[in-house]
């Protein structure tokens, strides 16, 4: 499943890495685009799936409210019994990560691979 914000350009889908959740993102997330990955965040978690990736990868600008969708998705997978960890590799997305103390609050890795294999490798139910 796919979501385009066909104005913004900001694409959000969803697949499977190694058998893990992974929500692909495309673009910029501003306020303007994070209502299109908000709803595939929300579609998946509400799966209710043991782990899940958002994977920033294909980012290259995050604002404050994409940040805070970060952190109130990783909250609800807490909250639901959903792993939840971030794959970022552009400094334009990690950079505001770090400023805020996000990447501290979440597993970030910079590729899908490693975001999943630390998945993997935790314990959980």
């Known amino acids: 499943m796919a979501m385009v914000d066909p104005v ?19 673009g910029e ?17 509400d799966r209710h799936p043991r782990r899940l990736v958002v994977d920033l990868t294909g980012v290259e ?6 940040l805070r969708l970060l952190a109130d ?6 909250r639901s019994g959903t792993a939840v960890a ?3 590799s552009h400094l334009a997305v990690l950079r505001p ?19 999943v294999t630390e998945l993997l490798a935790r314990r959980s139910g």
Do not use: K, W, Y
Not at 8 to 26: C, E, F, Y
Not at 61 to 66: A, H, L, S
Not at 97 to 115: C, I, N, Y
């Open 97 to 115: 990560m770090r400023l805020t103390g996000l990447d501290q609050a979440m597993t970030v890795r910079g590729s899908v691979d490693e975001a």
């Open 61 to 66: 600008f995050i604002d404050p409210t994409g």
């Open 73 to 78: 998705t990783t909250q609800r997978g807490e």
């Open 29 to 45: 997330v501003d306020a303007a685009t994070v209502p299109v990955v908000h709803t595939a965040l929300s579609a998946e978690l």
């Open 86 to 88: 971030v794959s970022a």
């Open 8 to 26: 913004a350009g900001v694409t959000a889908t969803i697949t499977l890495h190694r058998s893990v959740s992974v929500v692909v993102v495309r």
